[in-house]
């Protein structure tokens, strides 16, 4: 997978995915430049923020998203407005352009993916590989009971590249589908075993909905493990990364 720097004025083409990978570990002054971008209820969040390190990747992160948002919709990152679903999820309120992407934000440890298409719902998930045993003990528990069987097969020098397939691949559709933490997570089932294509297996009571999903998975960076979902089929995938 090649993360080559993305473009000033990218165009995102029908059918297509674009991913940028952003470095949240930036230096002093490109945090405050990041920062005079944000409004003032994002302000608010990063000042709520008890440790530095986290206040600065939380204001990476935004005003990275507002920056590759303003590409796109060719405005200032300062001009993007966002409206939030029920459960969270931002969109961008309608710019002065005639399409307006659909766009996911995941972070973890020292990277943000953000994935955007013009087609529909998307979600994107990265996880930092290197997490505890205990938080990798907790989320098994939301595991399908397929999965957990799946991952019990698997042998144990690739259990953990299965745990995190599996996990950023539930992570992924539970955002595209933007329900948050009201989703049921053992009502659906993924693929996680290493080797396998990425892909939605099946979701409780929706025949079918393997179907409906698009869904690949991404190698950011060592240690770190990705995966994007898409509502409809056959998406071309670009990856990029924004520098700074
Ligand atoms: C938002 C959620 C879906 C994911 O949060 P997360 O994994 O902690 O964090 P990520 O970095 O991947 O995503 C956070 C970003 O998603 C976006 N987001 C917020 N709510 C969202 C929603 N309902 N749907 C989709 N995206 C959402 C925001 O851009 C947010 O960025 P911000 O925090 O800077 O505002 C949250 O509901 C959650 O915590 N889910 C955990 C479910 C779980 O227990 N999984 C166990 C493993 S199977």
Same mark, same amino acid.
């Given at each position: ?14 059918? &297509? ?7 949240? *570990?930036?230096?002093? &002054? ?11 209820? &994002?302000?608010? #969040? ?15 992160? /935004?005003?990275?998203? #507002? =920056? ?6 060719? =405005? ?21 352009? !005639? ?41 098994? /528990? ?5 999965? @957990? ?7 144990? *020098? ?6 995190? !397939?599996?996990? =950023?691949?539930?992570? @992924? ?11 049921? $997570? ?50 071309? $995938? ?7």
């Amino acid at each position: 997978m090649n993360w080559s720097a993305g473009p000033e004025s990218p165009v995102l083409a029908y059918r &297509e995915v674009h991913v940028w990978r952003v470095s949240l *570990d930036q230096g002093l &002054e490109r945090v405050k430049e990041l920062k005079t971008t944000l409004a003032q209820e &994002e302000l608010d #969040r990063a000042a709520r923020y008890k440790f530095d390190h986290h206040r600065s990747h939380f204001i990476v992160a /935004r005003g990275s998203l #507002r =920056t590759i948002l303003g590409r796109y919709v060719r =405005t200032h990152p300062s001009d993007i407005k966002f409206s939030y679903s029920s459960h969270g999820k931002p969109r961008i309120l309608p710019a002065n352009v !005639n399409e307006t992407p659909s766009f996911n934000l995941s972070h973890s440890g020292g990277i943000a993916l953000i994935a955007l298409t013009l087609c529909d719902d998307i979600g994107v998930d990265v996880e930092y590989s290197k997490r505890s045993v205990r938080d990798r003990k907790i989320a098994e /528990r939301f595991f399908s009971n397929g999965e @957990a069987k799946a991952l019990e097969d698997v042998s144990c *020098d690739l259990k953990k590249e299965a745990f995190f !397939n599996c996990w =950023t691949r539930k992570e @992924a559709y539970i955002k595209a589908i933007g329900g948050g933490l009201s989703c049921p $997570l053992d009502q659906f089932e993924v693929s996680l075993t290493p080797g396998d294509p990425a892909a939605l297996l099946s979701v409780k009571g929706e025949p079918g909905a393997s179907s409906r999903w698009w869904m690949v998975a991404l190698r950011p960076a060592a240690d770190y493990v990705a995966a994007v979902v898409v509502k409809g089929k056959y998406y071309n $995938l670009v990856c990029w990364d924004l520098g700074q």
